[in-house]
């Protein structure tokens, strides 16, 4: 069997795991002429290819064995909107517990929403169920987290990723499928001739590998990533977002790709929402977000990123944010971040700061002039502070 032939051979050697620096460093110096470009030119992204609208989830609170009742609700996603549109990628971040996977599950639609819609080309996917809903869910797939759980130990690889093709035999048909699985595996950096070889022998970057082949499978326009390298080594997380961004322009992905850290979406997404306690608190190109936030709590996080610059290290000042993050089950009122908000005032416990353009910076084309949700926003550089 060709499965026991390739047993001896060490199950690393498929693909060179070595950090690849010079094509992270190119992404970035092409970046930042971009940058450039983009601040002379009004960016016209077309239509969104998803709208999320006023996004709700709330995971009821019971008590009670034999009579179940309601005693509260886990408000983990609390009134979210954004827009992703045509081949971009949006980078979703906030800390453990803020409700990023859920989100993730939302317009996947593996949970059902308490409230809210998700366009896709401008269709509320909410609303559907049976043929409808699997025409969708092709077109919208997923990337986990971490690729040590998300592949069933006990399938080959060529099982992993066909197993999709029971679902939709359209695509492949049952004779051509073999092929198509040694094509997805080629197109992501693995030889095809592992097609037989099982979860464990392969490493950890190799697997998230396997698990973007799985994503891709249906040709989708768009594949939500839930912190699809946080489980990996930082010299493999490089490579991974390499290949993903590699695949975007050839097969003109959409991404929302989700992490705990502003560092690692910094190189890949055009634009950032940061959420905070089931809310998303400010959203922006990534020049507004990181390099002109308003928000209190995204100047917190981009505070504590590393800065490989030893000058502008020393210059920065670090802001140390006090307390715990509250429970969604019982959040504060007005603002959710006040408890831990070094500008909070009275108006703070009292209104919900909305996320929109700030009314004062609404008339000026500076980057300051983006989506925030603090009644006091306003520019702070906590990177280059002297
Ligand atoms: N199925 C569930 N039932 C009850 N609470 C849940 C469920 N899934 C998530 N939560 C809660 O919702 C909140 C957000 O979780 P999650 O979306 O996983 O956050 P993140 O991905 O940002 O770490 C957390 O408080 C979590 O405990
Ligand atoms: S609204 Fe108030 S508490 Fe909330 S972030 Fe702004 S200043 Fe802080
Ligand atoms: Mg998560």
Same mark, same amino acid.
């Given at each position: ?8 051979? +060490? ?9 690849? /620096? ?19 030119? +009004? ?21 009670? $064995? ?51 819609? /998700? ?16 025409? /969708? @869910? ?15 130990? @006990?399938?080959?690889?060529?099982? $992993? ?17 073999? @092929? ?14 592992? $097609? ?13 590998? $396997? ?54 979406? @910094? ?25 002109? +936030? ?13 800065? +490989? ?73 906590? /990177?280059?502070?002297?």
């Amino acid at each position: 069997m060709a499965e026991l032939d390739k047993k001896d051979e +060490p199950a690393r050697n498929a693909v060179d795991e070595t950090p690849n /620096v010079t094509a992270v460093n190119t992404v970035e110096a092409r970046s930042e002429a971009e940058a450039v470009v983009a601040l002379d030119a +009004p960016v016209d992204r077309g239509e969104p290819i998803l709208q999320v609208r006023n996004l709700v989830k709330h995971f009821p609170l019971t008590q009670g $064995i034999l009579f179940k009742r309601q005693v509260g609700a886990v408000k983990a996603v609390d009134g979210i909107s954004f827009d992703l549109y045509q081949g971009e990628t949006l980078g979703i971040v906030g800390e453990s517990g803020c409700g990023k996977s859920t989100v993730a599950k939302l317009l996947m639609m593996l949970e059902r929403a308490t409230a809210g819609e /998700v366009f896709y080309k401008g269709q509320d996917i909410t609303k559907l169920s049976g043929r409808a809903l699997k025409a /969708v @869910r092709r077109n919208i797939q997923m990337v986990f987290q971490d690729p040590y759980t998300s592949l069933n130990p @006990r399938m080959t690889v060529g099982d $992993i990723i066909g197993e999709t093709f029971e679902i939709h035999p359209e695509v492949a048909p049952k004779g051509d499928r073999r @092929r198509k699985v040694q094509e997805l595996l080629d197109v992501v950096g693995l030889n095809p001739e592992y $097609i037989n070889r099982y979860p464990h022998q392969f490493s950890g970057g190799q697997r998230q590998r $396997i698990g973007i082949a799985r994503g891709l499978a249906l040709n989708p326009e768009i594949i939500i990533c839930d912190e699809p390298v946080s489980a990996l080594d930082v010299s493999v997380q490089a490579q991974v977002i390499n290949l993903m961004e590699k695949l975007q322009d050839e097969f003109d992905l959409s991404y929302v790709f989700i992490a705990h850290d502003l560092s690692i979406v @910094r190189h890949i997404s055009d634009r950032v929402g940061v959420m905070y306690l089931g809310k998303m608190v400010e959203i922006g190109s990534d020049e507004e977000i990181y390099d002109h +936030p308003t928000h209190p709590y995204t100047q917190a996080l981009l505070s504590a990123v590393p800065v +490989p610059d030893p000058e502008a290290r020393e210059g920065r000042e670090r802001i140390i944010l006090s307390g715990d993050v509250p429970s969604p089950a019982n959040p504060p009122s007005g603002c959710r971040f006040r408890t831990r908000c070094w500008k909070a005032q009275d108006k703070c416990a009292t209104e919900v700061p909305l996320l929109a353009v700030p009314e004062r910076f609404k008339d000026t084309d500076s980057p300051v002039a983006h989506e925030s949700a603090c009644h006091f926003a306003e520019e702070k550089d906590v /990177v280059h502070a002297a």
